[in-house]
């Protein structure tokens, strides 16, 4: 029991709803330290007074256990999204705009819109829309922790999906993270178009579509 008192994850939640926002979204976005892949967003809103106690930072909760809380997540929700942030934008914008961007989507994806926003984070753009920056707030919101939550599963299963196509950079463990596994693919076989090429790969050899197998 102390442990639950130790981190109210909806101290920044119970405050808004008091104050009579109806619709805070949460966003947290996964992938940012990937060599490949897209960065991959979550918005989610709950409605006022729900309660999950058991959604948490996504990096800290085991597989099987972080799948039923998606399915759970997006039963209790009011609203939720997943949305991608490309390859493209990464290497155009940098990761920290490209990230911030695909959490932007999530907002313009929401009708009605959100009326206050609770960030993963330090950064986030310009807004019409209120929002606090919470550091470490996916374990310290109920909101974000869901959106961590939904992110993460999305993405890992579609890195998982892309190693069918590119087996030899061990994306079905590492889902693009650079491991060593994923280095020594990348120095034997190149870079992919999935790479993001603004990164330091450490190599300059282009994959073949044809070397697969």
Not at 186 to 207: P, V
Request: hydrophobic share 35%; net charge negative.
């Amino acid at each position: 029991m102390a442990k639950k008192q130790e981190t109210d994850r909806l101290h920044f939640e119970r405050q808004l709803w008091e104050e009579q926002y109806q619709r805070v979204m949460g966003l947290d976005e996964v992938g940012r330290g990937c060599l490949a892949g897209p960065v991959v967003a979550a918005g989610v809103i709950f409605e006022p007074g729900t309660s999950i106690p058991t959604l948490r930072d996504s990096k800290t909760i085991e597989e099987k256990e972080r799948l039923e809380l998606a399915e759970l997540i997006k039963e209790k929700a009011a609203y939720w999204t997943v949305q991608e942030g490309s390859i493209e934008e990464i290497d155009e914008l940098n990761i920290l705009w490209a990230s911030i961007k695909t959490m932007q989507k999530c907002v313009e994806k929401a009708d009605p819109q959100p009326d206050y926003l609770l960030v993963d984070g330090n950064r986030f753009t310009n807004s019409l829309i209120p929002y606090t920056c919470v550091i470490k707030g996916d374990d310290r919101s109920m909101t974000i922790a869901a959106a961590s939550i939904l992110a993460k599963v999305y993405r890992d299963e579609l890195m998982r999906s892309f190693h069918q196509k590119y087996p030899h950079y061990g994306w079905d463990t590492n889902v693009g993270y650079p491991t060593k596994a994923h280095k020594q693919g990348l120095a034997e076989h190149g870079y992919t178009t999935l790479h993001r090429q603004s990164f330091k790969l450490g190599t300059d050899k282009k994959y073949q579509e044809n070397s697969a197998e």
